[in-house]
Every structure is written in structure tokens, then in C-alpha cells.
């Protein structure tokens, strides 16, 4: 079995830029959440995939996006990028059904300067 | 809004002691309750959840919902518990899971 991972591990980016964050699901899940984790704080919730489609979302704005593919692989994409966007991003699949476990990828280190 | 407190950032205990990390929550209606790890260059687990009321790694936690309380408990603390846990909670249907902040526990040899 497979577990979650996410590309790239770390990257740097400018305020202003663009950038997408990749999450491979755990093998047989068909649910994706996306965390941002500042430092010192726990995760938040931005928003989450069901079969291809947003199924909530956490108080984010707009810039922040999201995809899902159909072998349940997922993006996550901000745009015009800030400073306060640097943080951890943490992808968790799961298989819907709501009292199913989250399994967390490793994470993705993003910087913005 | 839900919210999960979690007071203490930092909690040091001796090997063999009790440990406790405190959470508590603010949410109207029954919320599923969650405690996840992280270990020194681990991700992030499920260490155990309310509803299964299992004991993991000599971990227990007891929903208080008069308390509004949701504490971790191990009896006597071995070393390989030093790491950082958080607190979460969602409610039934919806997997969105909110975090406390985390307490960074550290076992004294």
C-alpha cells in the first residue's frame, strides 16, 4: 500500500508568483484535504476533493484553488502569492464516509520572499 | 465556530511519570474528537479518535462533553512519547478536521 505523498518538499517563491502544490492519494482513497500550517499554529483546513469535486472549504480566499484528477491525485494552486502564504501544506486522503481516517503526506515547505 | 484549545505549547515530564496534555473544544452539537502525533522527522498520524475508545501506544483520552474536554492520559511516560500532538475534532459526515495548536511534549530520561 502506498502512502501519500507530495511534490515538491520545499520550494521559494515570490510574493506576487503563482505556484501549484501536487498530492498523490493513498492507494484506494477518494478524498483529498489540503492543510496550511503556519509555524507554531496547528493545521487549517483550506479545502477538500470528492471525486473530482470541492466538497468544503475552510475561510480562504478565491486565490487559493484546488483540483482533483481522476485517479483522485490532487493540486493545490495560489495565486498571486503573499508573504503570510509561507507555511507547511499538508495533503490528507482518506475514503469518504466521514468517520474514516485521514492520512497525511509529508508535507510541502513553501516560502514566499 | 468550532475551536480546539490546546494551553500548554510545552509539557515536560519525567520517564515513568503520569503525562496528561489538555485539550478542550467549543462546538454546538456532537463532534468527533481526534488526538494525532508527529514524531522527530515523521509526518503527521492518527494516534486515536473518541469513538473507537481504544487504548494506543498505553494512550487513553475520555470525551467530556459536560467539560467540553478531551485530555490525553498515559500512566507512566516512556521516551519514545517526546514529540508534538494535536488535538482536532469534525463532526459526524464531514471529515474537515480542526486542529488545536499543538503541545510539544518531552520526556526527561
Known amino acids: 500500500e502506498t502512502g501519500v505523498t507530495q511534490s515538491p518538499t520545499h520550494l521559494i517563491k515570490t510574493r506576487g508568483q503563482q505556484v501549484t502544490l501536487r498530492c498523490s492519494s493513498q492507494?484506494?482513497?477518494?478524498?483529498v484535504s489540503w492543510y496550511q500550517q503556519a509555524l507554531g499554529q496547528g493545521p487549517q483546513f483550506i479545502f477538500q476533493y470528492y471525486r473530482e469535486e470541492e466538497n468544503g472549504r475552510g475561510n480562504f480566499p478565491p486565490r487559493f484553488s484546488g483540483l482533483q484528477f481522476p485517479n483522485y491525485s490532487s493540486e493545490l494552486n495560489v495565486n498571486a502569492l503573499e508573504l503570510d502564504d509561507s507555511a507547511l501544506y499538508l495533503c490528507?486522503?482518506?475514503?469518504?464516509?466521514?468517520?474514516?481516517?485521514?492520512?497525511f503526506g509529508p508535507g510541502t515547505r513553501l516560502t514566499v520572499t | 465556530a468550532q475551536r480546539v484549545t490546546q494551553p500548554e505549547k510545552l509539557l515536560s515530564v519525567f520517564k515513568g511519570a503520569p503525562v496528561e496534555l489538555k485539550c478542550n473544544y467549543s462546538y454546538s452539537g456532537s463532534p468527533e474528537l481526534f488526538w494525532y502525533v508527529q514524531y522527530s522527522r515523521q509526518r503527521l498520524q492518527l494516534l486515536l479518535r473518541?469513538?473507537s475508545r481504544e487504548s494506543i501506544k498505553g494512550f487513553t483520552a475520555d470525551l467530556n462533553k459536560g467539560e467540553t474536554s478531551f485530555h490525553l492520559k498515559k500512566p507512566f511516560a516512556q521516551e519514545e512519547d517526546s514529540a508534538m500532538y494535536y488535538c482536532?475534532?469534525?463532526?459526524?459526515?464531514?471529515?474537515?478536521?480542526?486542529f488545536g495548536t499543538g503541545t510539544r511534549l518531552t520526556i526527561i530520561p
Open positions: 473518541h469513538i
Open positions: 490528507a486522503s482518506s475514503l469518504s464516509g466521514g468517520t474514516y481516517e485521514q492520512y
Open positions: 492507494s484506494g482513497h477518494n478524498t
Open positions: 482536532a475534532l469534525s463532526f459526524f459526515g464531514n471529515e474537515k478536521l480542526t
